[in-house]
C-alpha cells in the first residue's frame, strides 16, 4: 500500500515548491543555518533515503522544514524550537494540500532532529533526517559553520590561555574550538544509519586534522 502512495508522489513538483519556500524562510545572515545549509541537508537526506530505503515523500519535506522556526543558540526556547518547527511545517504542508498521510511521520522526523530536544529517532525517516542535519555539522562544512556561529555570538575561537582545555573544562559558549571536542566529537556515536556512520567517521578525521594544523600555527 506505501508503494502505491509513493508511486503517486510528485516529488519534481513538491521539491520546487519547497524550495521556493526555504528562499524565504532562510536568511542569508546566519551560514550556519541558510538556504544552502537547507539545500545540504536535503541532498544527504535523499542520498540517505536510497542508501537506508526510506520514505521520501516523509523525508523530504522534513528535511526542507527542520529549522522552520529559526531559534538562536543561546534563547531559552532552544529546546523547543523543532517543535515549534514541526508545528509551522505542518500547516504550511496542508495549507498546500500535502498528502495528510505522512504528517505523523513529518512532524516527528521534525521534532527528532535537533540535538537540544533530546527527543529519541523512531522512525527510519526520522533517524535518516537526524542524521543528515548532524553530519552537516562535521567534516569541512562543519568548521565553516561551527566558525561562523562563534562569529556570529561574538566570541573568540579559542581561549588564549589553555586552547586545548589541558587544565580547564571545556567551555563552548565562550569559545570556538571547545564546541568539537563537546559537542561534534561526540555526533559520530549518536548516528543512526551504517550510512551516516562511515560518512561522519570520515568527516571526523578531517577535522582533526584540521585541529592538528591549528596547533601548529597557534
Not at 141 to 167: H, K, L, Q, V
Amino acid at each position: 500500500m506505501e508503494q502505491t502512495k509513493q508511486h503517486h508522489f510528485d516529488e519534481k513538483k513538491w521539491f520546487t515548491l519547497f524550495a521556493n519556500k526555504a528562499h524565504v524562510l532562510y536568511p542569508s545572515d546566519d551560514p550556519a543555518h541558510d538556504y544552502l545549509h537547507i539545500m545540504r541537508v536535503v541532498q544527504t537526506a535523499k542520498h540517505l533515503c536510497e542508501q537506508e530505503k526510506g520514505n521520501w515523500a516523509v523525508i523530504m519535506p522534513a528535511a526542507f522544514f527542520h529549522d522552520f522556526i529559526n531559534v538562536p543558540k543561546n534563547d531559552p526556547r532552544r529546546e523547543i524550537a523543532s517543535k515549534l518547527s514541526a508545528e509551522a511545517a505542518i500547516e504550511y504542508l496542508q495549507a498546500h494540500g500535502y498528502p495528510a498521510e505522512h504528517f505523523d511521520g513529518i512532524r516527528h522526523a521534525i521534532e527528532a532532529h535537533s540535538f537540544s530536544a533530546g527527543i529519541k529517532a523512531e522512525t527510519l525517516e526520522a533517524q535518516i533526517v537526524q542524521d543528515a542535519d548532524r553530519l552537516d555539522s562535521l567534516g569541512a562544512i562543519g568548521i565553516a559553520r561551527c566558525f561562523a556561529t562563534t562569529s556570529r555570538m561574538a566570541r573568540p575561537f579559542y581561549n588564549g590561555e589553555d586552547p586545548w582545555a589541558t587544565n580547564r573544562e571545556l567551555d563552548d559558549k565562550n569559545f570556538g574550538i571547545d564546541h568539537f571536542f563537546k559537542k561534534l566529537f561526540l555526533l559520530v556515536d549518536k548516528l543512526n544509519t551504517p550510512t551516516a556512520k562511515a560518512e561522519g567517521e570520515h568527516r571526523v578525521a578531517f577535522i582533526k586534522t584540521y585541529l592538528d594544523q591549528i596547533k601548529r600555527e597557534i
